[in-house]
């Protein structure tokens, strides 16, 4: 066998791999959030809609693990404001394997 067609059966192998422990990863959508974070990048403020599930508080964390504000989220229309600098942060619901984070841009 050629070396190009071991690369293109390697490449093709590792990339199923990654799209089945994906799809795997997300089945078990009973204890999952959903909610919308718009607009999204913003200037610092934003909105985040917690489509289902109860009220619950989120924690707003800067890529260096600080947090830089927590957050209680209301079923519905929640309006946030963030006094922090332009940059990529996570916000983080529930816990331990309930954990859910979604990214959020402030230019």
């Given amino acids: 066998m050629s070396?190009?067609?071991?690369?293109?059966?390697?490449?093709?192998?590792?990339?199923?791999f990654s799209v089945n422990s994906a799809a795997i990863a997300q089945t078990d959508s009973s204890a999952t959030v959903e909610l919308n974070i718009f607009p999204n990048p913003n200037r610092g403020t934003f909105y985040i809609t917690l489509v289902n599930g109860d009220s619950q508080?989120?924690?707003?964390?800067?890529?260096?693990?600080?947090?830089?504000?927590?957050?209680?989220?209301q079923s519905g229309l929640n309006y946030v404001?963030?006094?922090?600098?332009?940059?990529i942060y996570i916000l983080q619901l529930g816990e331990g394997e309930?954990?859910?984070q979604f990214k959020i841009i402030k230019k």
């Fill in 3 to 16: 070396l190009s067609i071991r690369v293109l059966l390697f490449i093709s192998l590792f990339i199923g």
């Fill in 57 to 73: 508080h989120a924690q707003l964390m800067g890529m260096d693990g600080r947090i830089v504000k927590t957050i209680y989220l």
């Fill in 81 to 87: 404001t963030i006094d922090a600098p332009a940059g």
């Fill in 98 to 100: 309930q954990l859910q």
